[in-house]
């Protein structure tokens, strides 16, 4: 979607500042959740993390304490922008921030030795710090007893355990910072002492040491993750299963969400025709049915398809698979310049471009994280799912191929295929223009994969209902109303003959447009729709809905747009419309994100100008090819 409602609050309460530093992926941010009584996003890999997030934490005794989520990081010395956020908090070079009054050093239990390392870096800091002893039931489960008393000894601050996704896991955590006292009284490494010079060899040495000490210097393998993973990076069943596991989501897309669509249009039928029963005829029913209930409730009927989509990706992010998945298709990004790394903001672009534009951040090599950026619209984002979902529902039939696959979602499937071959092609054209490609190997963390949590997956689908309704009752809505409004006014003059709406402002602007879009089969309605479909995608349905409803002067809402729209396009039109939404022009918020990202105009206007060329000259090319097969 190209709209995230910042879930990021900002207190400007003074208070103790506690921030959370740890190793990508060792559970800070389930732990904030848990601290803090926050819902962000946490998932099985690297890198979810990219910004500074706050929330309050209000302890038994009374204290109000602010802390602080920060990216993860495996040093003090940033390689990456997302690292670099750690840095400044932690060195106090943060714009407007002070700097941490007390660390909580996250670690995960079952990689100690690396996290280990971060711990000392820090105590070197001179903040008073302490280590919180996260991921302790998989630690249980593998065997690997802690002595955290003894491990606490050898650090000198204290270690608590906890478990990041078990509501109290944080307990012991919580009863520590409630003492925030004792944190100050313990001693931190400072750089006097000739031991620890900030030397990483000398860090190494004294991890080593310490987990000699504790007998704890076996690395343990986790055998589960070990088996599954020699399948799933097989070199030739690998990929094949990728293959089949995205093909079954997309199959899953149209096959599971018939029961709910039908329901929601039933009720959207039902509230247009009972209002329009209720209200006498004039502009105010008009606004509701054919403008509100007509535009809004043509978007809302996507939303099952939306999570069905989501609840699969969930899943994914959640088992540990997603990393895999970057892994196997590393070499395929290395031939167009792209390493696997770009393949989790690529990912996350699925949902929307803007976590993906900002995930790039994690990316350390700044040509690699610009061309990341440039593509990232053209992964199909879901504001464009109740675009394709409209066309492919009106133009595509329902078939069985081979008895298998479901042609509605093959052709989806192959739509969303489209959207990343077309990256891939576009990232190799920026690489021919960029500095020299250079061999990058990947340095992946593999997280060892666990069940995906209820809680988790269920949280993550509330999100998405929550960022798509906001987007129903905002943007959408306001445009909505706006174009009902467009096409509306200022009415045919008397005896006018044609259809109301051609006599609109909407209906002028329609008619000017479409000389620039005829050449590509759109007709003067689908040119006004594609205008405030620049604002936010899934609008292009709703002013189909509402132009449409108007065209038909009373023929009621969007139920009635498929079969209208089948009627009265023809196939060209309809694929040429699908392969402008495959390179769409960004929406408004993207391109700011855009220019927040790369600090000006010139990338977003870079961007803007490409994606439009590049739709253009797709419809156009579908367009006439179809043409071509006779399907005009
Ligand atoms: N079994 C177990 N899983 C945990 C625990 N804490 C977190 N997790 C899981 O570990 C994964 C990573 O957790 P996050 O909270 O996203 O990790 P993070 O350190 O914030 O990650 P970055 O944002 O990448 O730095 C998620 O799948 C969590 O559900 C824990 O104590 N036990």
Redesign the pocket.
């Known amino acids: 979607m190209s709209h995230v409602k910042p879930a990021v609050v900002h207190f400007h309460a003074s208070g103790p500042l506690v921030a959370l530093v740890?190793?990508?992926?060792?559970?800070?941010?389930?732990?904030?959740?848990l601290l803090t009584d926050s819902k962000q996003?946490?998932?099985?890999?690297?890198?979810?993390?990219?910004e500074r997030k706050e929330g309050r934490l209000k302890t038994s005794a009374g204290k109000v304490l602010r802390v602080l989520?920060l990216?993860?990081t495996y040093s003090l010395h940033p390689r990456s922008p997302d690292e670099r956020v750690t840095h400044d908090v932690l060195y106090g070079n943060a714009v407007g921030e002070k700097r941490p009054d007390y660390v909580v050093c996250?670690v995960d239990a079952t990689n100690l030795r690396r996290g280990l390392r971060l711990v000392i870096a820090v105590q070197r800091l001179g903040i008073p710090c302490m280590v919180a002893l996260?991921?302790?039931?998989?630690a249980e489960q593998r065997g690997l007893h802690i002595d955290e008393q003894a491990l606490a000894r050898e650090l000198g601050i204290p270690v608590v355990r906890?478990?990041?996704?078990?509501q109290g896991?944080d307990t012991a955590l919580k009863a520590m910072l409630d003492d925030i006292q004792a944190l100050n009284s313990h001693a931190h490494l400072d750089d006097s002492d000739p031991a620890i010079q900030s030397h990483t060899d000398l860090d190494h040495e004294r991890v080593r040491q310490i987990l000699t000490k504790l007998n704890l210097d076996e690395i343990v393998p986790h055998n589960a993750s070990d088996k599954i993973d020699r399948v799933v990076l097989h070199p030739v069943l690998g990929p094949i299963l990728l293959a089949v596991i995205l093909f079954l989501v997309f199959q899953a897309v149209f096959a599971w969400a018939t029961v709910p669509m039908d329901l929601i249009k039933a009720g959207t039928e039902w509230l247009g025709a009972s209002v329009s029963a209720l209200l006498p005829e004039g502009w105010v029913q008009s606004l509701l049915v054919n403008g509100i209930i007509a535009g809004a409730g043509g978007v809302i009927v996507f939303l099952p398809q939306i999570l069905i989509l989501f609840f699969f990706i969930l899943v994914l992010?959640?088992s540990?698979y997603l990393p895999r998945a970057a892994f196997l298709l590393d070499r395929l990004m290395g031939g167009v310049g792209l390493s696997g790394r770009s393949f989790i903001p690529l990912l996350s672009s699925f949902a929307c471009a803007i976590p993906g534009i900002m995930a790039a951040r994690t990316i350390a090599n700044p040509r690699d994280r610009m061309v990341t950026i440039m593509i990232a619209p053209l992964m199909t984002c879901s504001a464009r799912l109740p675009v394709y979902a409209l066309l492919i529902g009106a133009f595509i039939p329902q078939r069985d191929v081979w008895h298998i696959f479901e042609l509605q979602g093959l052709v989806l499937f192959a739509l969303y295929g489209a959207g990343i071959i077309g990256a891939l092609a576009v990232a190799w054209v920026l690489k021919r223009f960029t500095a020299q490609s250079q061999i990058r190997t990947l340095m992946m963390e593999l997280?060892s994969y666990?069940l995906p949590?209820v809680r988790?997956v269920l949280l993550g689908l509330k999100q998405r209902v929550v960022i798509f309704m906001s987007r129903v009752g905002g943007i959408i809505l306001m445009l909505t109303i706006a174009l009902w409004f467009l096409a509306s006014y200022p009415g045919a003059p008397v005896g006018a003959t044609g259809m109301p709406i051609e006599y609109s402002f909407a209906g002028y602007i329609g008619k000017a447009l479409a000389v620039v879009f005829e050449p590509i089969g759109f007709n003067w309605q689908i040119s006004i729709a594609l205008v405030p479909g620049m604002a936010a995608r899934e609008v292009a349905v709703s002013s189909l809905g509402t132009v449409y409803a108007l065209a038909a002067a009373g023929s009621n809402t969007a139920e009635a747009l498929a079969p209208l729209i089948a009627q009265q396009w023809s196939i060209a039109t309809a694929l040429s419309l699908l392969a402008w939404y495959v390179f769409a022009p960004q929406c408004i918020s993207t391109l700011a994100t855009v220019k927040r990202e790369t600090g000006g105009w010139k990338m977003p206007l870079i961007m803007m100008s490409y994606l439009f060329a590049l739709a253009y000259l797709a419809s156009f090319i579908t367009y006439r090819v179809a043409l071509f097969c006779g399907l005009g």
Do not use: Q, S
């Not at 740890?22 to 959740?33: E, I, Q």
């Not at 996003?41 to 990219?50: D, F, I, L, P, R």
């Open positions: 740890g190793n990508p992926n060792c559970g800070k941010t389930a732990l904030f959740n996003k946490v998932a099985n890999y690297a890198g979810v993390t990219v989520d990216p993860g996250v996260n991921m302790t039931d998989m906890t478990v990041g996704i078990k896991g992010e959640e540990g997280p666990h949590t988790n």
